[in-house]
């Protein structure tokens, strides 16, 4: 059983910076992909950015030049680094990891972005 955890969300002021971790347990191989998602309130679950294997990026329009992503060293983790945040950028991040067929979630992280 796969089960990824997030940690580094929490409250920052607009402007301001933060950096998810996503770590993955229980599987012997490395993910395809891994990546993460948001959902604001009132709002569907959107892409904000994913990474393969071998380190190519997709990145949403809206975060593009402000987030980046990133896979550790140790295997199935993943890192989104996040500055000049705005309060859009409110959400509860969910990691997301792929191993095919299989995909699996994280329980989600929250960020909020106010003054």
């Known amino acids: 059983q796969v089960q990824l955890v997030e940690s580094g969300g929490g409250l920052v002021q607009p402007g301001g910076s933060l950096r998810l971790s996503c770590a993955a347990s229980?599987?012997?191989?490395?993910?395809?992909?891994m990546g993460w998602y948001r959902q604001a309130p009132g709002k569907e679950r959107e892409l904000v950015a994913t990474?393969?294997?071998?380190?190519?990026?997709n990145y949403a329009d809206s975060v593009k030049g402000r987030f980046t992503i990133s896979r550790g060293n140790a295997k199935n983790t993943v890192f989104l680094q996040m500055n000049s945040l705005k309060t859009e950028d409110t959400a509860v991040y969910y990691c997301k990891g792929v191993y095919y067929p299989y995909t699996y979630w994280g329980q989600g992280t929250q960020v909020t972005v106010s003054s």
């Open positions: 990474i393969t294997d071998d380190s190519r990026t």
């Open positions: 229980g599987s012997i191989f490395r993910l395809n992909s």
